[in-house]
C-alpha cells in the first residue's frame, strides 16, 4: 500500500539505535562498491602552449582513509604526447615535502592498466614516485608541481592523470583515479564545444528532495512501465524507480531527519515524463506493527534468516516487471553476497504489487581460484522490436561486475525475453561467442562501478556510464560486447567538496526518460560519517546530470602535425634520470650532417650513436641503452651527450644513469 507515516519523538530514539547499527552496513560495503578513498580535488593545466615551451601542471591529491601503519609513497602518471619530456615536480603537503622522480616501472604499469594505444594518436605515460614514504591521517592534501617540454606535434590533445600508493595491485583498482580528457592544444586552444561534458539537471535532482514519507535513498534504477526503452516523444509513460537503502520519515526546517527509519528497499512511480513532485509516489510495506518495511524480502527457497535483498536492474515484458536482486547475508562484522534473485510481479491501479514472485537465479559465481566475484542484473539492456531500442537482435543483455582485488570487470549474459525465467536458456560471452557456462565469462572491459549502465545510441554505437574516481564515466562500444574504447570522465561531482566525508558512487543511464541528443544519468551521494545522514538531508538522495551527445562520433580529434623546428638543436633526453634506457631527442631546421656521442664525467667517449649520417629536418629520437662501443653495460654516474653538426654548431648536455 502507499504509505504515510507519523511516529512519535519518543520513538525516534529508540529507532535510532537501531539505524546506527546500519552504519556499519555503510562502511563496510563500500569494499563491494569499490568506493574511491584518493581523489584529485584539482587538476590546473594551460588550455594551450607552444612547441618546445616548458609548462606548468599543479595536480591537487587528497585521500580520505588514513595510512597509519605501512609508509608508502605516492605515484602520480600523466598521459601525453610522445614527443614530451618530464623536466622537473615537487610535492608539498601537510606530511612532508620532496621531489618525485621518474619512474619507468610505475610508467608500464599504467600503460598495463590504460594502454595509451586506446587512447586517439601516439600518446605515451609519463610516471613519477615521491621520494619519501608517509604514514598518514586527517584526510592529507598533496599538491604536486610538475613541469612537462612540449614537443613538435601541433594539434589538440587530451592528456589523462592517474594517482596512486606506491603498492602492489592498486593502480588498476578503483582506488586510483583516473581523470581524462584535459584539453592543451599546440600551439592553440583546443574547440571545447566538441568535447563531452555533463551538465547538472536540478529539476531531476528536486523531484528527490522530498521532506515527508521517501526522504532518500540509493539505486535509483529507471524501468519504463510501458516495456519501450528508447528515448521517444510519448510523455504518459509511467516510469518505476527501484531503491536500496531507503529513509522513511520527516525532514525538519533545519533540514535534519526526524522521526526516521531506515529500511532495505523501496519504489516509486512517476507518471509522465517531466520532474514535477506532484507526479510521482513511493511505496513501501508496513510490518506487523504498522511500521516502514522493505517491499522485496529474502524469501526464495534458498534464503536464511538474516539474508534481505538489494535490487538490481530490471525491465517491463508483457506488463510484467522482473527486478533482478542480490542477495546478501549479516554476519558480525561484514555484510557478504551470496546469491542473485529474480522478482516478477504486476501493478494494480493504485500501484501496489500483485501476483508476486522470487526465485533464486544462478547469475551469481565466485572463483575461488582467483578470488573473483561475478554478479549478474546490475545493468539491463533491451534489444527487442518492442523496446524502440535501434538496430535490435531480439535479446536482452544481462551485464554484471566481476569483482577482483577491488577491479571491477564488465561481464555479460543474454537471453530471449521468453526464456527469462529459463536459466538453462541463458548464454554468456565468453570473448570469442556466447556459452551455456557462467564461468566461461570473459572480461569486456574494465574500470566500472558495482552500478552502471549500458545503452544503445541512435547511430549504432553503445553508452556505458559508471562512476569513478568521484566522477562520473563514460565508454562508447562498437556492441554489446564491446569493444569499448577509452574512459572519459564527463562530470566532477561537486558534493565531494562540500564535507570531506562525502563520497558518491553508482553512477547510470535512464535512456527512456532521455532524448537520442542528452543523455540523462543519475549518481549516489553518501557520507563516511552516519550522522552527516541524520543532519543533512541533501546527502543520501540521488543526482543528476544531462550528457549532451549531439552529432558527435568521437572526443575532440587529436592530430599531428609534425612541424620544423625553429631552430637547431633543443637538446632533451627522457627519461632524465633513468635506469636501463633513455631517448635523445633533437632537432634540425634543415638537413645537416649529424654527430652524436656520450661521454662520462671523465670526458672519455663512451659510445658514438651518430656518426657522420645526414639528417632531413625535424625532431629525431636515438636510444641509448646504457652500453659502451663493446656492449657492455656502463657504471651509474653523470654522463654527458654531445650533439655536433658540420657547419660547426655544437650542442651539449647532462644526464643522469641510476643503478
Known amino acids: 500500500m502507499k504509505s504515510r507515516i507519523t511516529t512519535s519523538l519518543a520513538n525516534f530514539f529508540k529507532r535510532l539505535l537501531r539505524i546506527r ?4 552496513k555503510i562502511f563496510l560495503l563500500l569494499t563491494l562498491f569499490s568506493v574511491t578513498h584518493c581523489k584529485f580535488d584539482q587538476i590546473e593545466q594551460p588550455g594551450h602552449a607552444h612547441a618546445g615551451e616548458v609548462i606548468e601542471i599543479r595536480v591537487t591529491i587528497s585521500d580520505n582513509i588514513d595510512e597509519t601503519t605501512n609508509p608508502h609513497k605516492g605515484v602520480l602518471c600523466v ?16 606530511i612532508g615535502n620532496g621531489e618525485m622522480q621518474y619512474s619507468s616501472e610505475w610508467a608500464d604499469s599504467a600503460e598495463a592498466c590504460y594502454p595509451a594505444a586506446d587512447f586517439d594518436g601516439r600518446m605515451k605515460w609519463i610516471a613519477l614516485i615521491s621520494d619519501t614514504g608517509y604514514t598518514y591521517q586527517n584526510n592529507p592534501q598533496v599538491l604536486v608541481e610538475l613541469k612537462l617540454r612540449v614537443g613538435y606535434s601541433e594539434g589538440c590533445f587530451g592528456l589523462a592523470y592517474l594517482a596512486t600508493k606506491a603498492t602492489r595491485d592498486l593502480i588498476c583498482t578503483n582506488w586510483s583515479p583516473f581523470s581524462f580528457p584535459h584539453w592543451i592544444g599546440v600551439p592553440q586552444e583546443c574547440d571545447s564545444s ?8 536540478p529539476e531531476w535532482d528536486s523531484l528527490f528532495n522530498r521532506s515527508s514519507g521517501w526522504t532518500g535513498s540509493d539505486a535509483a534504477y529507471s524501468i519504463p512501465l510501458s516495456g519501450y526503452d528508447a528515448p521517444s516523444a510519448q510523455m504518459d509513460e509511467k516510469t518505476l524507480f527501484v531503491f536500496g537503502d531507503t529513509f522513511v520519515g520527516e525532514v525538519d526546517s533545519l533540514n535534519h531527519r526526524r522521526n526516521t527509519v531506515m529500511i532495505r528497499n523501496s519504489y516509486g512511480i512517476l507518471h509522465g515524463k517531466k520532474p514535477h513532485k506532484e507526479k510521482i509516489d513511493f511505496f513501501w510495506k508496513l510490518n506487523d506493527q504498522g511500521k516502514p518495511a522493505s517491499v522485496f524480502e529474502a524469501d526464495t527457497p534458498q534464503s536464511n534468516p538474516g539474508d534481505w535483498i538489494w535490487p538490481m536492474d530490471g525491465i517491463c515484458l508483457n506488463d510484467r516487471i522482473y527486478v533482478f536482486g542480490l542477495r546478501l547475508q549479516s554476519g558480525a562484522t561484514i555484510f557478504e553476497v551470496v546469491a542473485t534473485t529474480l522478482i516478477s510481479f504486476e501493478f494494480d491501479s493504485t500501484g501496489n504489487l500483485f501476483n508476486y514472485q522470487h526465485i533464486d537465479a544462478p547469475i551469481y559465481y565466485y572463483d575461488i581460484t582467483r578470488q573473483a566475484e561475478t554478479v549478474l542484473g546490475q545493468a539491463v539492456m533491451v534489444m527487442t522490436e518492442s523496446s524502440g531500442n535501434p538496430f535490435p537482435d531480439g535479446y536482452i543483455y544481462i551485464y554484471g561486475p566481476r569483482s577482483l582485488f577491488g577491479k ?15 536459466f538453462s536458456q541463458w548464454t554468456f560471452w565468453d570473448g570469442d561467442g556466447w556459452v551455456a557456462d557462467i564461468t566461461a565469462c ?4 574494465d574500470g566500472i562501478s558495482q552500478e552502471f549502465s549500458v545503452s544503445p545510441l541512435q547511430d549504432g554505437r553503445f553508452l556505458l556510464v559508471f562512476e569513478s574516481g568521484g566522477k562520473v564515466g563514460v565508454r562508447f562500444g562498437e556492441s554489446p560486447v564491446g569493444p569499448f574504447g577509452v574512459q572519459y570522465m564527463v562530470y566532477d561531482c561537486p558534493e565531494l ?9 553508482n553512477a547510470k543511464a535512464h535512456p527512456h526518460l532521455s532524448t ?18 541524520l543532519s543533512n538531508a541533501d546527502i543520501y538522495r540521488p543526482r543528476f546530470v544531462k550528457l549532451n551527445i549531439t552529432g558527435k562520433t568521437s572526443p575532440v580529434k587529436m592530430k599531428y602535425n ?15 634520470p633513468f635506469n636501463s634506457l633513455t631517448q635523445i631527442r633533437f632537432s634540425l631546421k634543415e638537413r645537416k650532417q649529424v654527430n652524436l656521442s656520450i661521454y662520462n664525467i671523465l670526458g672519455e667517449r663512451v659510445i658514438t650513436l651518430i656518426q657522420n649520417e645526414s639528417l632531413s629536418p625535424g625532431v629525431h629520437t636515438v636510444l641509448w641503452n646504457c652500453k659502451d662501443l663493446h656492449g657492455s653495460s656502463v657504471a651509474s654516474g653523470i654522463y654527458f651527450y654531445r650533439l655536433q653538426f658540420n657547419d660547426g654548431g655544437v650542442y651539449i648536455s647532462k644526464m643522469a644513469l641510476l643503478e
Not at 79 to 94: C, G, I, K, M, Q
Open 194 to 201: 566538441e568535447s563531452y561534458q555533463a551538465k547538472s539537471a
Open 562 to 576: 609534425h612541424i620544423i623546428p625553429p631552430i637547431d638543436g633543443t637538446l632533451m633526453n627522457y627519461p632524465n
Open 21 to 24: 547499527a546500519c552504519h556499519l
Open 497 to 505: 567538496n562540500e564535507n570531506p566525508n562525502i563520497f558518491v558512487y
Open 516 to 533: 537520442w541528443d542528452e543523455m540523462l544519468i543519475s549518481y549516489n551521494v553518501n557520507s563516511w560519517d552516519w550522522w552527516d545522514l
Open 442 to 445: 570473459q572480461t569486456i572491459t
Open 79 to 94: 598521459l601525453v604526447p610522445e614527443d614530451w619530456a618530464f623536466v622537473s615536480a615537487n610535492y608539498f603537503s601537510t
Open 408 to 422: 571491477k570487470e564488465l561481464v555479460a549474459a543474454r537471453v530471449l525475453p521468453e526464456d527469462i525465467e529459463n
